[in-house]
């Protein structure tokens, strides 16, 4: 429902050190040139935050998260300057192209998560919002400079060690890589599929029939779990993230319906009950076609802008395909010969 509520809790050291070896982490200690005075500060305001009235919080993605603790810790340290230099800053991408700078390598959790998030996350955004992710705090506070109690311009970070280095494991991109060019390719394999099957119909209906249900079938399963799950996000629950998304007007619960009328159409030996049901599923690939094409158009708009080229780039092809486009124009294009 994202009402996450989360706890900040002390832990030893070298305790959170072997669990993220364990996990085949990079490790980097940043040592922290501070006063005495500050670091004194900086340990009471710790030990508050763990106290049982303190400690629990209400967690969010990317505005309250677990790094959300240590920035508000390095500004405390800075007298409040690290917010002041990067509170409004301009960042260098979005928060939809920083969650694909780390997911680039799952496609599949790559493509999902682009479907589910609205586009609330593909507004400019500042360096501290940035700094949601752990390694975005490391790089501005590697070269950050402060003024001191007495004046005196210093480093924030005194020494860097790398504490453990990550085997084998995938890189985070410097720039999140073009995606949508990969889903056009594969939602064109899609439609020529069916455009494979339209002709084995054609040329021995005992099998392309069934084939052609079923196939449409496994899309009304996939595409209709995928967008009752947007469905729900987007209207039921405070994960804000995947609120205000276009997505939802063409992936929605709807394409649950290709799921019962591809097997009937599948099963059916009547030829008039097998085209009154592909009938009904070429008008829902139409509707999906034209709302697809709608949030196409909208981008024009501000208030619509949302980087979801991906979805748009895998469903529409085959969705015109098997719509009701290509047999119109067909009989129009007959009908003038």
């Known amino acids: 429902m994202g009402r996450l509520l989360y706890m900040c809790v002390a832990s030893p050291a070298e305790r959170a050190y072997q669990e993220y070896r364990r996990t085949n982490r990079d490790i980097t200690l940043y040592t922290l040139d501070l006063s005495p005075a500050k670091r004194e500060d900086i340990w009471r305001f710790v030990e508050t935050n763990v106290l049982p009235e303190n400690r629990e919080y209400r967690y969010h993605h990317f505005k309250t998260n677990c790094a959300s603790p ?3 810790i390095i500004d405390r340290a800075a007298g409040g300057q690290f917010k002041e230099k990067y509170g409004e800053a301009p960042g260098r991408f979005t928060l939809r192209q920083h969650v694909r700078r780390h997911t680039w390598f799952a496609p599949f959790s790559d493509w999902l998560l682009n479907f589910l998030m609205g586009q609330d996350i593909d507004t400019p955004i500042t360096v501290w919002e940035e700094m949601f992710l752990p390694g975005e705090v490391g790089a501005r506070i590697a070269d950050f400079k402060y003024i001191d109690d007495r004046g005196v311009e210093r480093k924030l970070v005194s020494n860097v060690e790398s504490l453990n280095r990550a085997v084998n494991r995938p890189v985070v991109l410097d720039v999140p890589r073009r995606q949508w060019d990969r889903e056009l390719v594969l939602g064109l394999c899609i439609a020529a599929f069916f455009i494979g099957l339209n002709i084995l119909r054609r040329k021995c209906r005992r099998i392309g029939e069934p084939l052609f249900g079923i196939a449409q079938a496994a899309l009304g399963l996939f595409f209709g779990a995928a967008g009752t799950v947007l469905f729900f996000m987007t209207f039921f629950t405070n994960h804000d993230y995947t609120w205000h998304n276009s997505n939802v007007l063409f992936i929605n619960p709807l394409l ?13 030996r009547d030829p008039a009950k097998r085209r009154r049901r592909g ?3 070429a008008y829902l690939w139409t509707y999906v076609f034209i709302a697809g094409l709608v949030t196409m158009a909208i981008k024009v708009l501000p208030f619509f802008y949302q980087q979801n080229q991906v979805t748009q780039a895998l469903v529409l092809p085959f969705a015109l395909v098997l719509s009701v486009i290509p047999e119109k124009a067909r009989k129009l294009i007959n009908h003038k010969k």
Request: net charge neutral; charged share 10%; aromatic share 16%.
């Open 70 to 72: 240590i920035i508000d």
């Open 279 to 281: 009938r009904f599923l």
């Open 256 to 268: 649950f319906a290709a799921l019962p009328l591809g097997i009937l159409y599948a099963a059916a």
